[in-house]
């Protein structure tokens, strides 16, 4: 099993910038990538970006690509997400996510087997 712990999250102005951080534990030795994904209220869940854990191989959405980075520490078991240039539909609560292997995509939420609590992310316009 694998616990991860979200943090980072909070209410920043439009334009500004805020950075998570998704702390894992457990049997992270077996973890492949780690994703961010974001729900909004009413809203579905949506993939977000994602990196693999030992190639660095990165994945964005294009709703966010060229203003946010996903980046990860392996001495720490910690991925990271930099957030610039936030705006208002930004808002919402994101998870982390890490997955052991599979065959299926890491932009896919089914991809993953554990999940964090979520950390809360306003933009205000």
């Known amino acids: 099993q694998v616990q991860l712990v979200e943090s980072g999250g909070g209410l920043v102005q439009a334009g500004g910038s805020l950075r998570l951080s998704c702390a894992a534990s457990?049997?992270?030795?077996?973890?492949?990538?780690m994703g961010w994904f974001r729900q909004a209220p009413g809203k579905e869940r949506e993939f977000v970006a994602a990196?693999?854990?030992?190639?660095?191989?990165?994945y964005y959405a294009d709703s966010v690509q060229g203003r946010f980075t996903i980046s990860r520490d392996n001495a720490k078991n910690t991925a990271y997400l930099q957030m610039n240039s936030l705006k208002p539909e930004d808002t919402a609560l994101y998870y982390c996510?890490?997955?052991?292997?599979?065959?299926?995509?890491?932009?896919?939420?089914?991809?993953?087997?554990?999940w964090g609590q979520g950390t809360q992310v306003t933009v205000s316009s």
């Open positions: 990196i693999s854990w030992y190639g660095g191989i990165t």
């Open positions: 457990g049997r992270t030795f077996s973890i492949v990538s």
């Open positions: 996510a890490a997955r052991y292997p599979n065959s299926r995509q890491p932009t896919a939420g089914n991809a993953y087997d554990f």
